[in-house]
């Protein structure tokens, strides 16, 4: 069974910093689906971004983009320029890709904090 | 923006009560789910939905819990008998065959107490 790992329970960033969030997991398939959602205080999860597998390049959107290292089973996500709207839980999801009805495995989450 | 929509926002139910939990997906959308969220706690997948039939659950989905879309909009999550430990917030998700985005859309989530 797939399994996401989210090593830092609690993470902080002063406003206008950047901050990184780690996300390993474990899968023997070699074609998949990894995302970060974000989950502020109003518990909605809401899409940060997305990964395929297959794609070399990282994906970025606006002031969030993830470093994907296949090998390493890696998927960390950056944060530039952060606002204070940013802070909430982020969770790391990992699905496969052989069905479009797969569902998503989430890692346990990582609070952040941003500082004025 | 098309979203997924859940109600009530908050129910609190006894030990031992039935309750439904309902969700509107979007639309078009043809896959559906249903994750619950305790209380400090990762989101844990419960089952998945797709032409009128389970496709997958979770051993949390025991035979305690049914799902169903009884009018073709509605998606339902029940409960026969609520446990203290099914107190959760519980997110239902749709999303539809495009190629290349599998995301999931998420509802704003329905929290239940059980006293």
């Known amino acids: 069974a797939q399994t996401v790992t989210q090593s830092q329970p609690e993470m902080s960033v002063q406003e206008a910093e950047t901050v990184t969030l780690s996300c390993t997991y474990d899968t023997s398939e070699s074609d998949y689906y990894l995302f970060w959602y974000k989950q502020p205080p109003s518990r909605q999860m809401i899409l940060v971004i997305r990964?395929?597998?297959?794609?070399?390049q990282n994906a970025t959107e606006n002031r969030f983009s993830v470093n994907f290292q296949k090998a390493a089973k890696s998927f960390s996500l950056k944060i530039s320029d952060s606002q204070l709207g940013d802070a909430a839980m982020y969770f790391c999801?990992?699905?496969?890709?052989?069905?479009?009805?797969?569902?998503?495995?989430f890692g346990p989450g990582t609070r952040l904090s941003v500082l004025p | 923006e098309p979203e997924v929509t859940q109600t009530p926002s908050h129910q609190v139910t006894q030990m031992g009560q039935e309750v439904i939990l309902r969700c509107v997906p979007i639309?078009?959308?043809?896959?559906f789910y249903w994750y619950r969220q305790i209380l400090g706690q990762k989101v844990e997948f419960l089952v998945s939905f797709y032409n009128n039939e389970i496709s997958e659950k979770s051993e949390i989905f025991d035979d305690q819990f049914s799902v169903e879309r009884p009018d073709g909009s509605n998606f339902t999550l029940k409960i026969r008998s609520t446990k203290l430990e099914d107190s959760a917030m519980y997110f239902c998700a749709s999303n539809i065959p495009r190629l290349n985005t599998y995301e999931q859309y998420f509802g704003p989530g329905t929290r239940l107490t059980v006293t």
């Open positions: 999801a990992y699905r496969r890709s052989d069905n479009y009805g797969q569902n998503f495995v």
């Open positions: 639309s078009n959308h043809l896959y």
């Open positions: 990964q395929e597998a297959y794609k070399q």
